[in-house]
């Protein structure tokens, strides 16, 4: 099979799989559970058909006046998906320390102020002489890569504590950082070995495509599949998590010692 005519059915079955998750996210009423999750789902189940319309009738002769119609339906689909994927994070690290709550306040200031350093980081690294209408795809990566650490980071953090926060792997939570490390991985690698000029047929474009795939299959999966319920978790007085999370709770507190 030539590699456009691939393309063009990984496409097709992307969006297919956007549409699958959707419906049993929203079938299970997830989105009380993940508000920021939801409207992300919501933002790729729209756009995507939208820009592979576009995409396609830009590849017709008469195409080329839609080019500023796709550049800017693009980054703005993908900015706007940075700023929910760094909500998301949120949700995903405040639902795994569900039981720790001193945990949780502390841990999303310190989100916060990742985020911050993340951005000034990547915003430093950006040329702005003489870009033009370009630097909005700088900015766009830059804020990406900036949310793509945090997804990292936080998988990172699940996979080393699930024992200590009693996290089963079969829960929804550990899913999403599961599928955002995945896809996170699979930008950074990309962006290592191929241009950001590389042709949408190329070689690596398919495989980069095939990992979407993979991870969206994950999130079907576990979307469609019974969640087990979460028991309480029981810990001892004397144990280690449960004295950071007596101190994070009390820090912040008139009298604290």
């Given at each position: 099979m030539p590699l456009n005519l691939a393309m063009s059915v990984m496409s097709v079955a992307e969006f297919l799989l956007w549409a699958t998750l959707g419906f049993f996210f929203w079938k299970k009423d997830l989105q009380r559970r993940f508000p920021a999750m939801g409207a992300y789902l919501a933002l790729r189940v729209v756009?995507?058909?939208v820009l592979l319309t576009i995409l396609y009738l830009q590849s017709?002769?008469?195409?080329?006046?839609?080019?500023?119609?796709?550049?800017f339906t693009f980054?703005?689909?993908?900015i706007?998906?940075?700023?929910?994927?760094f909500y998301v994070?949120?949700?995903v690290f405040r639902s795994a320390l569900s039981a720790f709550s001193g945990l949780t306040r502390l841990g999303i200031v310190a989100f916060r102020w990742a985020a911050l350093v993340s951005l000034i980081v990547s915003f430093?690294?950006?040329?702005?002489?003489?870009?033009?209408?370009?630097?909005l795809s700088e900015i766009a990566y830059g804020l990406m890569r900036s949310v793509s650490i945090l997804e990292l980071c936080l998988l990172a953090f699940l996979c080393l504590s699930m024992n200590a926060l009693d996290l089963s792997v079969r829960d929804f939570a550990f899913g999403i950082a599961l599928g955002f490390g995945l896809m996170s991985s699979n930008d950074f690698i990309l962006a290592s070995l191929t241009s950001r000029n590389s042709s949408l047929t190329a070689p690596l474009q398919f495989v980069y495509e095939?990992?979407?795939l993979t991870a969206l299959g994950i999130w079907v999966a576990y979307a469609a599949l019974p969640e087990p319920v979460r028991k309480p978790v029981v810990i001892a007085a004397n144990s280690t998590i449960y004295r950071w999370n007596e101190i994070a709770s009390a820090l912040g507190h008139t009298g604290t010692q």
């Open positions: 756009s995507t058909p017709q002769p008469w195409g080329r006046l839609l080019f500023g119609v796709y550049f980054w703005a689909v993908y706007a998906s940075a700023v929910l994927l994070c949120i949700e430093s690294t950006i040329s702005y002489a003489h870009r033009g209408i370009l630097i095939s990992v979407i």
